[in-house]
């Protein structure tokens, strides 16, 4: 199976970009869809959570409050990097599964950590949507109602983007218009489509 992985910091438009593709007829594994698989009701590392944070942050339909805990881990190094211990690894399995599970001629992964964590390793390619930071935070601003300072904080917890770009097969640019950016994704998608067949 030929992977794609996508990434991008935040506001940089990796939806419309899995949209697109998908629309294609490529099936999406996403990271962080498979996050709210591995901490569901009755998931191990729910209860993990529960005992190490306090029940408190199950609310009362069994769900986790994921607000709630990433309040606690936002500003709390060694507490981030506890639950990133119990979590990676179990992503890391569940997206194995989702991609081994794909039948179109090439599958996505998506995963804003895909450069940061043994992600990238299930992918043949890396595709980095890239925006300048000032997008990125006005972005994140409009369309999750949060003041700059906030937004500014979110941008720095993320990989740097020059790092990013570093590590990028294939980098589209996702400032311009709709259009523009199918324009480059028409292109990448024969390019993988091709990759692909001869793999």
């Not at 009701?41 to 769900?63: K, M, R, T």
């Not at 890391?92 to 998506?110: G, R």
Request: glycine content about 6%; proline content about 4%.
């Amino acid at each position: 199976m030929f992977v794609v992985g996508v990434t991008g910091g935040i506001g940089c438009g990796k939806t419309s970009v899995t949209d697109y593709l998908a629309g294609k007829g490529i099936i999406i594994a996403d990271a962080d869809q498979a996050a709210r698989v591995v901490v569901m009701p009755g998931q191990p590392a729910l209860q993990s959570i529960a005992q190490h944070f306090g029940e408190n942050l199950i609310l009362p339909d069994g769900q986790l409050n994921r607000r709630a805990l990433r309040d606690i881990i936002f500003d709390n190094e060694t507490e981030r990097r506890w639950l990133e211990q119990l979590l990676h690894p179990l992503i890391f399995q569940q997206i194995n599964f989702e991609l081994e599970q794909a039948t179109s001629p090439y599958v996505v992964l998506v995963s804003p950590l895909l450069i940061e964590t043994s992600q990238h390793q299930l992918v043949n390619r890396i595709l980095v949507i890239d925006v300048s930071e000032e997008t990125q935070i006005a972005r994140t601003m409009n369309r999750d109602g949060v003041p700059r300072e906030q937004a500014e904080a979110i941008l720095r917890s993320q990989s740097d983007r020059q790092n990013r770009l570093n590590k990028a097969d294939d980098v589209v640019d996702n400032s311009g218009s709709l259009e523009q950016l199918h324009q480059q994704l028409d292109k990448l998608h024969q390019t993988y489509l091709d990759m692909a067949a001869s793999n």
